[in-house]
């Protein structure tokens, strides 16, 4: 695939919009499909709650994001590595005001099995989607997907549940082994596009001035190339070229966008190499991705919306560092970039000591003090280990 800079993208369409129209898109709407199975008693189709926003998608198809009455699906990844990811996500939440649940009986999506394996089967993986879809279902509270890999999994579970009458049969049997139903959500929603939605609100409790910020954007794969259709993409970003997502929020906030000539290419992480040749996926992520951008724009900061992308992008600097190359740049979720702005604690919330590369230098154009956030940290740690304190509150979490 040619690069093309986005600013000629931009100039060679005299009105930036979708290249087809919803009635032209080349994918069905797999709502007509989903509520006909409905109506068959096929499936519960479980209904955004209001109040929702609707946002477009990459073939001007409207999809509807629950602002609140959310059910988090966490992402494994996330938790084990970068739990500031998903606290970032509550943390937003809650200062918003909105209502939500952090479930304690959700599973793993085994979407890694899946991807990365191959030892599962059609059956295994589509019941563990529609468990945790009932799960959700039965606490009337939407699921809202943390995992960029979950998300595009998911997607292709329901795709294959409206267009296979047997899997739905056999799905329907675990189902009924475990005392759920078969409910499939009328939109599967990730996340970032959740904070996208709600870009213009989390702009408004905006405490810290980010105009002098320079970031580039790594749009996940499992986003965007996963069932692209239902990726959320806008007129006003890259002309409807390129996913809206991660982009537009950081335009919220003030932040400088700039393109890179990589930007279509995998974080590296890839799933079955990450396993099987971790040294490709370091090699990719720093030559075809760090470097690219560190090269061709030099940002304060890299962001990205999913859970491999974060890790292999920021771990893998630093055994090139180790070998002389040129890398150096710190990176960052989009849920964490908005929570940071809101003036959510570096450390508690964003909990940004589990991030490899420096980002000192990023604090400090900001004008974060991050010594005294640092020692904030350590005397809140002090308290929960002297038994003062049970665990970190909200209360302590704001900057």
């Known amino acids: 695939m040619s690069y093309v800079p986005v600013e000629e993208i931009i100039k060679s369409q005299k009105t930036p919009g979708f290249k087809t129209t919803p009635e032209e898109a080349p994918t069905e709407d797999f709502h007509d499909i989903l509520f006909q199975l409905e109506k068959e008693g096929e499936l519960i189709v479980q209904r955004v709650p209001e109040p929702y926003l609707e946002v477009p998608t990459k073939y001007g198809r409207k999809k509807k994001i629950p602002l609140q009455k959310t059910w988090h699906h966490k992402s494994c990844g996330q938790c084990g590595h970068i739990p500031g990811y998903s606290t970032s996500i509550f943390w937003i939440n809650r200062k918003l005001g909105f209502d939500y649940i952090d479930p304690r009986d959700q599973t793993s999506c085994t979407a890694w ?7 599962s089967n059609a059956p295994a993986q589509a019941a563990v989607a529609i468990r945790n879809f009932s799960s959700a279902y039965e606490t009337g509270y939407f699921p809202i997907i943390h995992c960029g890999t979950s998300f595009g999994h998911y997607k292709e579970v329901r795709h294959e ?23 499939l959500p009328e939109e599967i929603v990730h996340y970032s596009e959740w904070v996208y939605a709600i870009r213009d609100r989390i702009a408004e409790h905006q405490v810290i ?8 954007v790594h749009p996940a794969c499992h986003y965007h190339k996963l069932v692209e259709e239902d990726a959320v993409y806008d007129p006003e970003i890259y002309g409807a070229q390129r996913t809206a997502i991660v982009t537009g929020t950081l335009k919220a906030l003030g932040i400088n966008v700039k393109d890179y000539s990589t930007w279509f290419d995998c974080c590296g992480f890839g799933f079955r190499h990450i396993l099987v ?3 490709f996926s370091r090699s990719f992520a ?59 604690h570096p450390y508690k919330v964003l909990q940004l000591h589990w991030h490899n590369t420096d980002n000192k230098p990023f604090f400090e154009k900001l004008g974060i003090d991050w010594k005294k956030k640092w020692q904030e940290f350590e005397e809140a740690v002090e308290k929960i280990k002297s038994g003062e304190k049970e665990y970190l509150t909200w209360e302590d979490a704001d900057a």
């Open 113 to 119: 099995n899946y991807y990365a394996s191959a030892t």
């Open 161 to 183: 549940l409206l267009h296979h009458h047997e899997l739905r049969r056999q799905v329907r049997d675990i189902m009924e082994r475990l005392g759920k139903k078969l409910v």
């Open 209 to 216: 001035d980010m105009s002098n910020i320079t970031a580039t």
């Open 277 to 279: 040749s971790r040294d």
């Open 286 to 344: 720093v030559q075809r991705k760090i470097e690219v951008m560190k090269e061709e724009v030099n940002p304060d900061v890299t962001v990205t919306h999913d859970t491999g992308c974060v890790t292999t992008l920021d771990q893998s600097q630093f055994a090139a560092r180790a070998h002389g190359r040129k890398v150096g740049i710190p990176v960052m979720s989009d849920s964490q970039i908005a929570a940071l702005a809101m003036g959510a």
